[in-house]
């Protein structure tokens, strides 16, 4: 199913539940009131949001007994939050010069921010990635606002998970006035504990994301080619054809090592056609009657390929031949004649020039070698293999396959990139952000002691107003790139 049928089919199971909810509220359901309680879910129009409090009681006994631990823990997390204030507002800013000047000179960017659209600019396949990635960061994100506030002594109100349309999420429910009633730095450390635990979440996943090739070294190895993990919108055609699992070790004459080496060879390919030096003897055994048909597109061509021989020679010489025999009996690969080694052999070059049709395309006869396996003849732009066959570094030792670490390694990538974001986006002072309340509690340590009410107010709203302008902004050339 593609992203709007799915989308689709989710509207209705929400609008479903939904006018449930209320009908079996509006009948005084007894059945249904006793499910709540044991249960309790609140269904929204397009978001179901689920809280409990069974957990706080676990959870501030585990902080008690690491007081001085979580102390100096989120202390030192304050101090380089604070720290990334003032880099994110530069970031965001100079993204938006960027941006605007792009939009300028009609120069079609990505931009820093912007809405994920599944089937626009996020792949549907990243989907589950995605929504997977949202959730773990939103969690370990609320989790440090919790610990930080347990730490503290205030006690937790409920923890919970909000799921709108299909986007995940969690949340920390805490007093009001226990937090206003701590002092301004006890304030800071909880408004920065959601922040300091994105920006350790991804510094974690990055390292892990790094060290993946070592500490697979047991399981999977590296540098032996690549491995088909996915087929995306490509259909096989018997076991001569790409197969899930294939470790692919060449293509053409250029050695396939890893996934970087794989886009190399690929576009090597196209840059450069590569011919088969084959035996005189051959060729004039495998003569046909009719030696141009397969070069202009008749019947003869479903089973044979068309190859020139002497392309530096005039006339030009033909031959219509079976493409994995030419690839099972060539001796070398070749550009011309002279690259061969016997003055008794040819170099034949494939030929998607139509004589009839007068044209001629840019396919490539490419030829990928498998371990264990025959080789994949594949006729066509090496740009479809490209983005039809998907592959990982890591080669199994064992009978785990590929497509398990690059799961992995995939939601590592995402996990990383996000979380920073998230961090970088949160300390923002922007309205309905952690950066709104960070800035009301710096400035009451700021301060203390100086100045006027007002003047400290002033200097919050202008903060808040500078950080909101700024991340609207850049949302709103985010939309612009993206739709325009």
């Known amino acids: 199913m593609d992203v709007t049928t799915v989308l689709g089919f989710v509207i209705l199971l929400h609008t479903f539940f939904y006018y449930l909810d209320r009908y079996l509220k509006g009948k005084n359901s007894q059945r249904y009131a006793s499910f709540l309680n044991r249960f309790p879910v609140q269904i929204d129009f397009m978001n179901v949001r689920w809280t409990t409090s069974m957990f706080n009681k676990a959870l501030c006994s585990w902080a008690m007994m690491r007081l001085k631990f979580l102390s100096k823990w989120y202390n030192i997390g304050t101090v380089i939050t604070l720290l990334l204030c003032i880099p994110s507002l530069i970031l965001l800013g100079s993204t938006a010069l960027v941006s605007f000047a792009n ?82 730095w006890k304030q800071l450390k909880i408004y920065c504990a959601g922040v300091w635990h994105n920006i350790v979440l991804s510094a974690m996943a990055f390292a892990v994301l790094m060290m993946l090739p070592i500490l697979l070294i047991p399981l999977f190895q590296s540098g032996a080619g690549v491995s088909v993990v996915n087929l995306n919108a490509y259909s096989t055609d018997g076991h001569h054809d790409f197969q899930v699992g294939d470790q692919l070790t060449q293509i053409n004459d250029c050695r396939v090592t890893g996934v970087e080496s794989w886009r190399l060879c690929l576009t090597a390919v196209l840059l450069e056609s590569s011919g088969f030096c084959l035996d005189n003897s051959y060729l004039a055994s495998s003569s046909s009657s009719d030696q141009l048909g397969c070069c202009n597109d008749s019947e003869f061509s479903r089973s044979h390929l068309c190859f020139l021989s002497s392309p530096d020679l005039v006339p030009k010489k033909y031959h219509c031949l079976r493409a994995r025999e030419v690839s099972q009996l060539s001796s070398a690969w070749c550009s011309n004649h002279k690259g061969c080694s016997s003055v008794n052999q040819s170099c034949l070059m494939p030929s998607f020039h139509s004589e009839s049709l007068n044209e001629t395309d840019s396919s490539r006869l490419i030829i990928v070698k498998r371990k264990s ?46 979380s920073a974001g998230l961090a970088v986006l949160n300390v923002v002072p922007c309205i309905f952000m952690d950066g709104h309340h960070i800035v009301g509690a710096l400035s009451e340590i700021v301060f203390e002691g100086r100045g006027s009410i007002s003047m400290k107010r002033q200097t919050q709203y202008a903060l808040v107003f500078l950080g909101t302008s700024l991340v609207v902004i850049n949302i709103a050339f985010g939309v612009l790139t993206l739709f325009l």
């Open 103 to 184: 939009m300028m000179d009609s120069k079609k960017e990505e931009a820093m921010l912007q809405p994920v659209v599944p089937g626009v600019n996020l792949p549907s396949n990243d989907l589950p990635y995605y929504l997977i990635t949202l959730l773990v960061c939103t969690v370990v994100h609320e989790a440090g606002h919790a610990i930080a506030a347990v730490s503290d002594q205030v006690p937790l109100v409920s923890i919970g998970l909000i799921l709108w349309l299909i986007i995940p999420a969690a949340f920390v429910e805490l007093p009001t006035s226990n937090v206003v009633g701590l002092s301004p």
């Open 373 to 418: 396996a025959d080789p994949v003849l594949f006729a066509g732009l090496p740009n479809e293999i490209y983005l039809s066959v998907y592959v990982s570094d890591y080669v199994p030792r064992i009978f785990i396959g590929p497509q398990f670490i690059n799961f992995i390694e995939h939601l590592l990538r995402y996990i990383s990139s996000f």
